[in-house]
């Protein structure tokens, strides 16, 4: 991807370096915790492995000399605590003191940032700074926090006071965001802290029912201010508007999206004598403006053709850089080239922020299904437009070696390949498409090898609902999902398609045909055991039978599958007779099974017993595949049968395993063949995060990576392994004193003891710790410990 996989929320500049920080975990081809650095060539996090960024997401961003301070919404940066605000020295993270936090259940935020002086302030949503009392902005001085007025007068206040942007003039704090006092002084959403007293601009901001300051911006003695209002001081605005110290004006007619009132302004900066705008809207005073505006005094116009995105796009934050203009949001183009939420604009052009070398690791968006050939090809299908730098939309091939795309695929606007099912030379796709290329295609097309084409045509092509699971039987396409007709008649959630034609499963029943409920139902899985289908996902009935979840079609008739499961079955897979179900329960046939049951054709039975019974929740199984005797399990957990696992896990027919350090996200689709096994899903790098996975990884328990797991050199060493009470872990000495971390498969840290200069070990006490797999760490050195 050439930007970040989520949301940038602020962008900044240091020297030739520009900052972002926001909600994502990777960027370009790099694992960055919602802060990255890009350097005009490439993209770097701010530290390394599970050390890098912070654990929660970043809002806000301001630069003093050599430091980089970050606010946002979390508790640790760079694997130290650090409650909601930090600083990045270029080389290593710290806290401030014991940071924001908040008296209340409301999760403390830092929002925004600004430096007065030598003088840090932030503002956001909290109670504390420190120790000390600060309602929702505060100081840090370099050594000791302190609020902004005393008692009542302390901060600013309202039914839920937010700060949301700050900016300096002279000696002066300028406060906005959603509040209607300040040191206890009436002040409608914006404020001025002079060093000693709070003071309103005029009447401020809004009215009772609309308002909110996003953005302010000074520019000499004047403060421009953008956000959600329509009123100024009096005075009618359109989401921007000026104080000149004295008064309020409008600054032409902005922010808008379509003419109607919902439009906002999130960020501002001036390149020149000319001010733009971003934030939520597609109009400007009838100009049209995607997301992006510029006014010169006198006009507005677009920036290019602006940015995109689905439905819920948005530009958060604009940076000036000379004639340059930077601006991080929620969008997938700029100028109609590919951006990943942030762009840069040249004063005629687009640009995005790509490494100058192609991005060969994986996929550019989420993975959702897998099918694997004899041949070794694994096909992915998912929610995104590149795979290995190439172009490649909702679908693309994997050889062993490279990708490559499938013509024209299938994205089109948000739209995406959630099943994938192989038969001879043809490949069958389905998901929330209608269209594949020029070829229209309701949710589920074909695949020859060198075209597109529809399942039927015009009335009769496709189904018209979501499509989630695809099997072969013979000639027979099976499709399951959410649609309620395949070919333009009923057919309740699944359907049948031979080559030519669309059939129902199960005919002239009172109940209706396929699949059903009183409430909402869905097919999630499809698996053939010989001449059966199974079929899994939320419903209670199929044909006239009752069933719960999970059901058999042979041809002619439903029948149940047991008495089912007593949750969603979100993933089904074969081994000779027996049939694997994942999802989300925790009974199989009345009896305990979490999240994972085996049905042998005549009963169900758990993988495991007790504790070690299935996944511990919460948790859910997304995805299942079988290599020989061994089960593979995906989605999003962190143990399996009370073994410390992340996301990925094998049952051997008597016990579960780990598979290396597993994924760091959730896995959506796996596929095996031979002693590979391939994952999909919504993860940037393994679970230590010691190497990049961007939607896709291969497994391989015969060869040692980094995935499972290389030799260390044998001059370190853990031991005892396992351990229960303490570990003692040796290293090389070096002259200088090191800090040894214990952390969770998860990357949190838990405990930390110092290596002293010339000292070859150090112990380190373990007790207490619940049963599981731990990371000891110290410098690039790491070890795995079991705790039994």
Known sequence: MAGTNTTVRTVVRSGTNIYVGGEFSSVGNVVARNVAQWDGTSWSSLGTGAANGANGPVYALVV???DLYVGGRFTQAGGISARSVAKWNGTSWSGLGAGIDSNSSQPSRVQALAMLGPDLYVGGNFTLAGSVSANSVAK???NAWSGLGSGLNNGVSGSIPDVDALAV??????????????????ASRIAKWDGSTWSALGSGIGTLTNGGVWALLPVGTDLYVGGGFTVAGGVTVDCL?????SNWSRVGGAGFANGNSNGIVTGLAFVGTELYISGAFSQSAGAVASYMARW???????????????FSAVAYAVLAVGNEVYVGGKFITAGGRRADNIARWDGNAWNSLAPNTPIANGL??????????SNNTVYAGGLFQQAGGIAAEGIARWNGSGWSSLTSGVFSGGMQVRAIAVAG?????????????AVPANYVAKWNGSSWSSLGSGASNGVNGFVYALAVIGSDVYVGGGFTQAGGNPASYIAKWSGTSWSSLGQGSANGVGIGSPFAAAVQALAVVGPDLYVGGYFNRAGATTVSNIARWNGTTWSGVGSGVNGSVLALAVAGPTVYAGGYFNQAGGAPANQVARWDGTTW??????????????GYVQALAVAGSDLYVGGYFNQAGGAATQNLAKWNGSSWSSLGTGANNAVYALAALGSQLYAGGAFTAVGDENKVLNSFGIYDPSSPTAATGAALPAAVSLCPNPASEQVTFSLPPTDKPRRVQLLDVRGQLLREVHLAAGAPSVKLPVSGLPTGVYLLRCGQSTQRLMVP
């Open 64 to 66: 003093a000399g050599s």
């Open 605 to 618: 039975s758990s993988l495991g017993t007790g504790p070690a019974n299935g996944l511990t929740s919460p």
């Open 364 to 373: 550019d968006g989420i993975v959702f299904s897998l099918a694997v050939t």
């Open 425 to 437: 030379n043809d490949v069958y796709v389905g998901g929330i498409f209608y269209n594949v290329g």
């Open 296 to 310: 010169d005094g006198t006009t507005w116009r677009g920036v290019g053709t602006g940015l995109s995105g689905d």
């Open 169 to 186: 003039i002279g000696t002066n704090l300028y406060v906005g965001g959603s509040f209607n006092a300040a040191g206890g002084v009436a």
């Open 140 to 142: 840090w001085d370099g």
């Open 241 to 245: 508007a000026k104080w000149n110290g």
